[in-house]
């Protein structure tokens, strides 16, 4: 999908000014994502938006596929960061909390992840990546069901529980 490098692999920017640089391509990748979906979706079209050269992006991100994962992955750390509750004793309480939260928390988020989603059944890259973010998902419930069935509050079939949960929660939002 993206081009094939020919310089060095990227690097984390060391410098303040290679961070706001950074920061400037996937604020600016973001956005184009948001509003213009996959197709509109380009280095080109990220460096525009940035102001800066085309090469500069080879800087920061090895490909478009790069750039795209940290963008998801920023809207679902906001998604999860969003939901995350101080602990509760009533495990009903925390659940509904949890997820009124998640639910909240979907606007600007969201229109990343149903990019991924709707672009998934025609681009293997996308498929794996929404595969990944519904496996953190997926785990993340798990792990809650876990100190649930430890707490001896919850059914033994915790791999049918999450996956149910876990699509319950993404087709909601």
Avoid: C
């Amino acid at each position: 999908m993206g081009r094939a490098r020919t310089n060095p692999a990227p690097t984390a920017p060391t410098t303040a000014r290679g961070r706001l640089t950074h920061d400037a391509l996937i604020a600016a990748g973001r956005e184009i994502v948001e509003e213009y979906g996959w197709g509109g979706f380009t280095p080109e079209a990220v460096t525009q938006a940035a102001s800066v050269s085309h090469g500069t992006f080879y800087t920061y991100f090895e490909s478009k596929d790069d750039l795209l994962r940290r963008i998801v992955k920023a809207a679902a750390d906001e998604m999860i960061a969003a939901s995350r509750i101080p602990d509760l004793d009533d495990p009903y309480a925390r659940i509904v909390e949890a997820n009124r939260r998640y639910l909240a928390a979907t606007g600007e988020p969201a229109k990343v992840l149903r990019m991924v989603e709707h672009g998934a059944h025609q681009d293997g890259n996308l498929r794996g990546l929404l595969l990944e973010i519904r496996e953190f998902y997926v785990r993340s419930s798990e792990e809650s069901i876990r100190r649930l069935q430890t707490a001896g509050l919850a059914n033994p079939d915790l791999d049918l529980t999450a996956i149910a949960l876990g699509g319950m929660v993404e087709q909601a939002a």
